[in-house]
């Protein structure tokens, strides 16, 4: 089991990753798109990324992305997700 402070980097990489494509995870979740199990589970596959640096310093350079990097283990869910 993730240590609680594994969980909270990569809840940040997983909110901020949606963030960076124009997703709002909140506003889904309100709206009935995803669930809350869908992003708590979304959160622990970014915790088996075995490289969650690279993701953090694309995220620092970039603004906004058309697409989730492919390594993301989380690609499928944020491209249905998206606008």
Request: overall charge negative; glycine content about 4%.
């Amino acid at each position: 089991m993730p240590t609680r402070e594994t969980l909270r980097l990569h809840a940040g990489l997983v909110d901020d990753m949606a963030s960076m494509l124009d997703i709002n995870l909140e506003e889904a979740a309100i709206g009935g798109l995803v669930s809350v199990d869908q992003i708590s589970e979304a959160v622990l596959r970014c915790t088996d990324c075995p490289n969650p640096q690279h993701c953090q310093a694309m995220l620092s350079q970039a603004a906004t992305a058309q697409r989730a990097p492919e390594y993301c283990r989380n690609q499928e869910l944020l491209h249905k997700l998206m606008p």
